[in-house]
């Protein structure tokens, strides 16, 4: 069983920067690293990043040239370097498996508040 946990949220005004944490418990780093997702209240829960198998990173249009994922193997880590936020960056910020594997049970997620 895998678990993740978030840390880094906040509050913020618009402009600011937030640099996001997720912990993995369980050894998935050696196959992949964790992809970040968000959901905006009222809607779905969407994907904001992730890193490819052969190590490129790959960005929801709204995020890219602010956001930067990266991951730290040795500590069980991956972030996410959030700069230039807006109040649409808004949501509770999760990390789970990236695309093209299974899901695993979501965390309680970090909040990220930005105010205008």
């Known amino acids: 069983q895998v678990q993740f946990v978030e840390s880094g949220g906040g509050l913020v005004q618009s402009g600011g920067s937030l640099r996001l944490s997720c912990v993995t418990r369980?050894?998935?780093?050696?196959?992949?690293?964790p992809g970040w997702y968000r959901q905006a209240p009222g809607k779905q829960r969407e994907l904001v990043a992730y890193i490819t198998s052969r190590g490129s990173t790959n960005y929801v249009d709204s995020v890219k040239g602010r956001f930067t994922i990266s991951r730290d193997n040795a500590k069980n880590k991956a972030y996410l370097q959030m700069n230039s936020l807006k109040p649409e960056d808004t949501a509770v910020y999760y990390c789970?498996?990236?695309?093209?594997?299974?899901?695993?049970?979501w965390g309680q997620g970090t909040q990220v508040t930005v105010s205008s």
């Open positions: 369980g050894s998935i780093l050696s196959f992949y690293a």
């Open positions: 789970n498996a990236p695309p093209g594997y299974t899901l695993w049970s």
